[in-house]
């Protein structure tokens, strides 16, 4: 049993850098963690804060689906090729603590992968953006990219984090035993 803190992933544990927090105190300095400036730096380059956002939309292939806690307007199920679904980050938060990082999902290069995408709300979604920024870019272990999402309506450009191989918590492939 463990007296480390459940992390919630929510709006208000977000906005109230409570993710960022447990982020740095759990560090062992393997890892970089984001500072805001370096977080809304990192968003300004995939979407500058002048981007038209009628139509932006975010692909998720883990959490995001069965938790987005985002502002969106509509949903769509689809499929981005040249990426599949892999537990291939470490993490102290959520699954793993300092003595015993758990594994998370990312897109890792290769094959296909099914999943959610959602329009976010045009009319704040720059702060949902940011928002987002700092759950996914938080140990900045992610990519932000824009990828080709393929659903029954059409192709449409959305934005989705792919793991970053050069980053030292990635986890390169391991048997089921290991991970």
């Known amino acids: 049993m463990t007296d480390e803190p459940i992390l919630k992933v929510t709006r208000e544990s977000l906005s109230s850098g409570t993710i960022m927090k447990m982020a740095n105190e759990r560090n062992d300095g393997a890892v970089d963690i984001a500072s805001e400036d370096q977080l809304y730096a990192s968003r300004r380059q995939l979407v ?29 199920s689809g499929r981005v090729f040249g990426y599949h679904r892999r537990f291939c980050l470490r993490t102290r938060l959520g699954r793993g603590t300092p003595d015993c990082p758990g594994l998370v999902l990312a ?16 009319e704040v ?19 932000a990219s824009w990828l080709n999402f393929h659903t029954d309506d059409g192709t449409k450009s959305a934005i989705s984090f792919v793991s970053r191989p050069d980053r030292p918590n990635y986890a390169a492939p391991m048997s089921l035993d290991e991970a």
């Open 48 to 76: 500058p804060d002048d981007t038209d956002c009628s139509d932006i939309w975010i692909f998720g292939y883990g959490s995001l689906i069965f938790n987005p806690v985002m502002d969106f307007v509509d949903r769509a």
């Open 107 to 122: 897109l890792d290069r290769g094959g296909s992968c099914t999943g959610v995408a959602y329009r976010l709300n045009p």
């Open 125 to 143: 979604a720059i702060a949902e953006l940011d928002l987002l920024w700092r759950r996914e870019m938080v140990t900045l272990s992610y990519r």
